[in-house]
């Protein structure tokens, strides 16, 4: 339980988004702004992958506070994207 505790404030510093003057909040958008930051300073090969991934994120997510989003909502938006066939046809097409 505390190793769980320990690594969510541990990631909670890392990816400390600040608000854009724009959004007094941070947003999904914000915590993918530094996310993103982050792989290219580890200089992560990758990266394709996660901003395809975000690309499908940021209609539902993006705008939205990042402290209302729930594990809940996370857990119905990949169940909609798996009813609609989507999650099965990208898995085919990265393998």
Do not use: N
Request: glycine residues 4%; positive net charge.
């Amino acid at each position: 339980m505390y190793g769980r505790l320990r690594r969510k404030k541990r990631l909670s510093e890392k990816f400390a988004a600040t608000p854009t003057p724009e959004s007094p909040v941070v947003t999904g958008a914000d915590l993918w702004r530094e996310y993103k930051a982050d792989c290219e300073t580890r200089d992560v090969r990758r990266i394709d992958r996660a901003k395809l991934a975000w690309s499908h994120l940021e209609p539902v997510f993006g705008a939205r506070p990042a402290a209302d989003i729930r594990t809940l909502e996370i857990a119905q938006y990949i169940k909609s994207r798996r009813a609609a066939g989507m999650a099965e046809k990208f898995r085919t097409q990265i393998k």
